[in-house]
């Protein structure tokens, strides 16, 4: 609920149109660490998200407890030993798209956004490539990128660092509709 207002709040604040808005509310990101002992992934299907097609802003929260792992005790410990949800409940990304796009033509865009990545309380700049593709009024934003664990100040006990990667993979889709 936090993130949902947090866009509401970048939306007013704008002050556009809102033909200009796009907006997802169900986008889905997952992670897949790769490690020996064992291979860890989860699915999130509750990031929401903004655009402003004439600024080009972006901005994309994702609540850290709506993601869903296939044992619980990974979940738990997820959340409560190494993002620590209850303290940091929203991972962020706040930034620009580069590139120049006409969101009135349909086709598909190879695009680069650069801003912060926010993760367990730290700021990073960042920049991540993706694909947008355009069709019949639907914008879907597709992004692939990897994080660093250190980067943002998450620990892991060293008996388990054989379990877990020190750079997870993360993929992101979002469906686009003009924000009302």
Do not use: W
């Not at 064992?38 to 004439?54: D, G, R």
């Not at 086709?107 to 993706?130: A, D, L, Q, R």
């Amino acid at each position: 609920m936090k993130g949902q207002f947090f866009l509401l709040l970048i939306a007013v604040s704008l002050n556009v149109t809102a033909q200009k808005i796009l907006k997802c509310s169900d986008g889905e990101l997952s992670f897949f660490s790769e490690a020996p002992l064992e291979n860890i992934e989860a699915v999130n299907k509750n990031a929401t998200s903004l655009i402003n097609t004439a600024s080009k802003d972006i901005v994309v929260v994702v609540p850290v407890r709506s993601f869903r792992f296939k044992r619980a005790l990974m979940e738990e410990h997820f959340n409560e030993k190494y993002l620590e949800s209850d303290k940091y409940p929203d991972a962020t990304f706040k930034g620009k798209i580069n590139e120049n796009i006409d969101f009135s033509k349909d086709g598909e865009y190879k695009v680069t956004g650069s801003g912060t990545m926010n993760i367990h309380g730290v700021e990073k700049p960042v920049n991540h490539s993706g694909t947008l593709i355009i069709k019949a009024g639907t914008v879907t934003l597709k992004s692939e990128f990897n994080v660093a664990i250190k980067d943002y100040n998450i620990t892991v006990p060293k008996i388990m660092m054989e379990k877990i990667a020190e750079v997870v993979s993360v993929k992101l889709t979002a469906n686009y509709l003009p924000f009302k």
